[in-house]
């Protein structure tokens, strides 16, 4: 199983990655979360990428690309991987591409998650993350059970800095303008499929686990 979740950001690919994972035992490689660590952990790829990052740009495609091929490698993707959030350009599509060939494997699908920017404006304000675990929230959709604390390991939800709206805009621009011709580059391979990704997460899940098993 190797698939390539695709979809503006808070679109819920991420949450759905997951589920994704944890059912079929595949790994899911966010780079948004390998950036996240690498920030977190001030290695000095982390302090380059911050500055793209607070400013809801992407990070240069060198360093993303580097991230993804060392995931890659390891024996953790022998069964596969769901890339969510990865490739972002039509450069980094050709990287990763040229990075299957050369293991003598290809892409199985791209699932396309479609919704509309008002929704994922809604979604993305009212994100809120564990400071200490992976755990991810909604003030109205998602509530923790205790305000402000994460029902998984009690640790302090914050908001990430990149989901204040100034940024969160600036994000969608940069989707409409760089990642949103992946659309079209993955159809004409015949690799995409449309997932409506509005509603709850169980509804998108259903959707999901449906055209998987389609596959
Ligand atoms: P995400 O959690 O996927 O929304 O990513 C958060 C931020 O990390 C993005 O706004 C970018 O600055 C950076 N980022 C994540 N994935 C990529 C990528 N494939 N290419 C470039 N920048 C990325």
Redesign the pocket.
């Known amino acids: 199983m190797r698939l390539v979740f695709l979809g503006v950001?808070?679109v819920g690919k991420?949450t759905q990655a997951e589920m994704v994972s944890a059912k079929y035992g595949v790994p899911k490689i966010?780079?948004?979360?390998?950036?996240?660590a690498a920030v977190a952990q001030q290695t000095s790829l982390g302090k380059e990428?911050k500055q793209?990052?607070d400013?809801?740009?992407?990070?240069?495609?060198k360093?993303?690309i580097g991230l993804?091929e060392e995931k890659i490698g390891t024996s953790e993707c022998g069964k596969g991987f769901i890339l969510?959030?990865?490739?972002?350009?039509v450069p980094?599509a050709d990287s990763l591409a040229g990075l299957l060939v050369g293991k003598g494997l290809s892409l199985c699908r791209v699932i396309y998650f479609v919704i509309t920017r008002e929704e994922v404006i809604n979604r993305l304000s009212g994100r809120r993350n564990c400071s200490r675990c992976p755990a991810v929230y909604h003030l109205e959709f998602v509530p923790s059970k205790k305000e402000g604390i994460c029902d998984e390991c009690g640790g302090e939800l914050i908001q990430?800095s990149?989901d204040r709206k100034k940024?969160v805009e600036s994000?969608l621009t940069?989707y409409e303008e760089q990642t949103f011709p992946l659309i079209e580059y993955y159809r004409e391979k015949n690799l995409l499929a449309e997932l409506d990704g509005s509603g709850s997460v169980g509804s998108v899940q259903g959707r999901l686990i449906a055209l998987l098993s389609k596959s």
């Open positions: 950001p808070g991420g966010s780079t948004g979360d390998l950036l996240r990428a793209y990052m400013r809801g740009d992407l990070v240069p495609d360093v993303v993804v969510d959030g990865f490739p972002r350009t980094q990430r990149d940024t994000r940069v």
